[in-house]
T-cell receptor, first 116, second 112 residues
Framework: DAGITQSPRHKVTETGTPVTLRCHQTENHRYMYWYRQDPGHGLRLIHYSYGVKDTDKGEVSDGYSVSRSKTEDFLLTLESATSSQTSVYFC???????????????FGNGTRLTVT | DQQVKQNSPSLSVQEGRISILNCDYTNSMFDYFLWYKKYPAEGPTFLISISSIKDKNEDGRFTVFLNKSAKHLSLHIVPSQPGDSAVYFCAAGNTNAGKSTFGDGTTLTVKP
């Protein structure tokens, strides 16, 4: 398995509080991603990073921010959590050798976040 | 506007028979396609992929077919085994874009 660790694995928080989820990789891959999975919506991209301090928005980025100060760590922050952000969050990494045909995503085991 | 669609939320097949999972896409810029498998409480894992320059790719029991004119791809699993029971996600992307778009997934149940 690709070396990807997500922390925490489970979190319950209250509406309006800030929350930070961490993704740590030991593969030295350049690309890192945050997805959320909700029933009926599959996996939706929140933000991704193509290098240290280089990030871009995905399709559901509102209410989320990210930071990548080191190759191995990609942080997802919910500035003020809302109930609609209750979800399972997956981090993924990719080597991206110029053709993603040869560079599939490797996913962590997810963080289950509940906002009450 | 959902660019990758898996219209069947679920599929049930008998062990030993063929499982066919379907996926449609709308974005003509997609030039690679992947299938992932997901078990409960785990992250998705890569299964098989295909480039737009091919129409078929095979890996053991798994074969992916691509019909570019119809913007349709399918995953065939032959023979199906109970351990194949999982959620299968279709994904598509553009080589230069650096990201993939996923379908909603199809839950496959293989009955012994």
């Amino acid at each position: 398995d690709a070396g990807i660790t997500q922390s925490p694995r489970h979190k319950v928080t209250e509406t309006g509080t800030p929350v930070t989820l961490r993704c740590h990789q030991t593969e030295n891959h350049r690309y890192m991603y945050w997805y959320r999975q909700d029933p009926g919506h599959g996996l939706r991209l929140i933000h991704y990073s193509y290098g240290v301090k280089d990030t871009d928005k995905g399709e559901v980025s509102d209410g989320y921010s990210v930071s990548r100060s080191k190759t191995e760590d990609f942080l997802l922050t919910l500035e003020s959590a809302t109930s609609s952000q209750t979800s399972v969050y997956f981090c993924a990494i990719s080597e991206w050798k110029g053709s993603s045909y040869n560079s599939p995503l490797h996913f962590g085991n997810g963080t289950r976040l509940t906002v009450t | 506007d959902q660019q990758v669609k898996q219209n069947s939320p679920s599929l049930s097949v008998q062990e030993g028979r063929i499982s066919i999972l379907n996926c449609d896409y709308t974005n003509s810029m997609f030039d690679y396609f992947l299938w992932y498998k997901k078990y409960p409480a785990e992250g998705p894992t890569f299964l098989i992929s295909i480039s737009s320059i091919k129409d078929k790719n095979e890996d053991g029991r798994f074969t992916v077919f691509l019909n570019k004119s119809a913007k349709h791809l399918s995953l065939h699993i032959v023979p199906s085994q109970p351990g194949d029971s999982a959620v299968y996600f279709c994904a598509a992307g553009n080589t230069n874009a650096g990201k993939s778009t996923f379908g909603d997934g199809t839950t496959l149940t293989v009955k012994p």
